[in-house]
């Protein structure tokens, strides 16, 4: 027996203010996608709470009457993780928008999880503090969306990923009870349910709540762009930094085609138009440190063979070489009117190889791929542009985003590093993962949620969504493109 939609409705006006619930079907058009625009599906109807005691009511309300839910941030993911694929409550903690507390002797800052991620450094920077995740989606992604992805960013190599930037979180579990999970301490002596929370794509409850970390920002700060003649060399230029101990803040690439997008775009005069690839490193610390590092990493790129090296220090030039790295998916946008956007990881000592394999597939498919990525740590971007009215194109996009990250994961690497499975990758997850790795991996979902009610079906492979398309990719990597023999992973 299905779910009485119209009478779950009218208890849920009951619950919340009007305003709260939403059910026009034009209004839930807002709803049936995230970044991820390939699959959508309309939700039955949304819910905006703006406190906790409302998002717990709401949560016992479908845990008394059997109905599933996904919680959804800003919509800004890449995975399809917020998107009721099946009849299911979706949750909006969009109104959740208030700054709970600011401890800047402690430095750290307790948020809503609607709480914009740029918002957060808002708040604090007039006292010299910030807050370091910094996804490129920061102007509009959710510090609750951060949280259900783990999300990174350009200062992730130096500075880590969201949950290393996590205290403690006040969490909605799904039969709508109220928990505490972590610590304001840095270390604490009990289990880290707070880790195993972040990172959890929503399928353990709704933080509502979160302590986040501050940073000082540093004395000194600068920037070099680089240009190469092509991307090994940019890659080569990478290991040698790194290599060296020169640990940037964040180290960017990108290729060709994005440059040509953003140059269009922007017209941003210090992206030369004729490079293969232009490698962003930004390094911070105390001034003496970072003029040694600039000195030692603007000798590297040289000796890799950048045809120029530009150095930033002033924040406004600062901003503008960061500008075109941060508005590179828009930029590529303004061309080609559909993307699809994935996320593997490879080590950095196998870029060159699976970039140049990443090439190869792009001209067996037909279709173009542009690279934008986070270099330092080996977090490949690559977007597969196309046309959505070509006759039977998504399932050949599809196919070729599989086909990549089969490449990642054959180079000892990973099917994602900061934008999550949700439902666009669960068909891979055990390329990387045996059956009794997944098998403990639902059990700690099942101490949270039972009856798994909380954003069903992401994540973890279902015959009846996987069998047949990751068979398929699996064939298409057998047959197609690989690593050359002898390619240096690790």
């Known amino acids: 027996m299905g779910i009485n939609w119209p009478a779950l409705e009218r208890q849920l006006r009951q619950l919340l203010p009007q305003r709260a619930v939403v059910s026009a079907r034009q209004e839930l058009l807002s709803y049936d996608c995230d970044g991820l625009t390939l699959s959508r ?20 309300l479908c845990h008394r009457e059997g109905v599933p839910f996904v919680a959804r941030g800003s919509g800004t993911g890449l995975s399809g993780g917020a998107v009721a694929e099946t009849e299911c409550l979706v949750i909006a ?46 102007v509009a992604c959710s510090i609750g969306g951060n949280i259900a992805e783990n999300s990174g960013g350009v200062h992730c190599l130096k500075y880590g990923v969201t949950s290393n930037h996590v205290l403690a979180m006040e969490v ?65 230029a990478v290991r040698l930094v790194t290599a060296a101990g020169v640990l940037p803040a964040g180290m960017e690439m990108m290729d060709r085609l994005c440059l040509e997008a953003v140059n269009n775009a922007f017209g941003i005069e210090e992206y030369p138009a004729d490079a293969a ?30 045809r120029s090296v530009r150095q930033a220090w ?42 140049a394999a990443i090439e190869q597939l792009s001209q067996s498919y037909g279709l173009p791929v542009a690279n934008v990525f986070h270099a330092g740590d080996g977090n490949l ?25 089969r490449l990642c994961v054959d180079a000892g690497g990973s099917i994602t590093g900061e934008h999550g499975v949700g439902s666009d990758k669960r068909c891979y997850l055990d390329w990387m993962y045996s059956s009794d790795d997944l098998a403990t991996m639902q059990l700690v979902r099942q ?6 009610r909380a954003n069903p079906g992401k994540i973890f492979p279902t015959p009846r969504s996987c069998a047949e398309s990751a068979r398929r990719v699996e064939v298409l990597a057998a047959e197609g493109v690989r690593l050359p023999a002898g390619a240096e992973v690790f």
């Open 41 to 60: 599906h309309q939700p039955p109807l949304v819910v905006l709470p703006e406190t906790t005691a409302e998002v717990s009511a709401v949560l016992g």
């Open 93 to 138: 903690t969009s109104r959740m928008r208030r700054v709970l507390a600011i401890d800047l002797p402690n430095r750290r800052i307790t948020v809503q999880p609607g709480v914009i991620n740029n918002s957060v450094t808002r708040a604090v920077a007039g006292d010299g503090f910030y807050y370091a995740p910094d996804p490129s989606s920061q």
């Open 172 to 236: 909605v579990l799904p039969d709508g009870s109220v928990i505490q999970l972590g610590s304001e301490l840095d270390e604490a002596p009990e289990l880290d349910l707070r880790g195993a929370f972040v990172g959890s794509e929503g399928t353990l409850g709704v933080a509502t709540a979160i302590t986040l970390r501050l940073l000082r920002k540093p004395q000194s700060v600068a920037v070099l762009l680089a240009d190469f003649s092509s991307m090994e060399a940019a890659g080569e």
């Open 277 to 306: 690839a232009v490698l962003l490193i930004e390094l911070d610390g105390q001034e003496r440190e970072v003029a040694e590092a600039v000195e030692l990493a603007t000798d590297f790129c040289r000796q890799a063979g950048a």
């Open 314 to 355: 002033d924040q406004a030039e600062r901003d503008l070489l960061w500008k075109g790295r941060k508005s590179a998916i828009s930029a590529l946008g303004r061309s080609y009117p559909n993307y699809y956007l994935q996320d593997g990881v490879v080590p950095r000592s196998a870029l060159p190889q699976v970039l």
């Open 381 to 405: 971007h690559p977007l597969i542009l196309y046309r959505a009215n070509e006759p039977g194109i998504k399932e050949r996009v599809q196919e070729l985003g599989g086909a990549i990250l």
């Open 447 to 452: 101490a949270f949620d039972p009856l798994r």
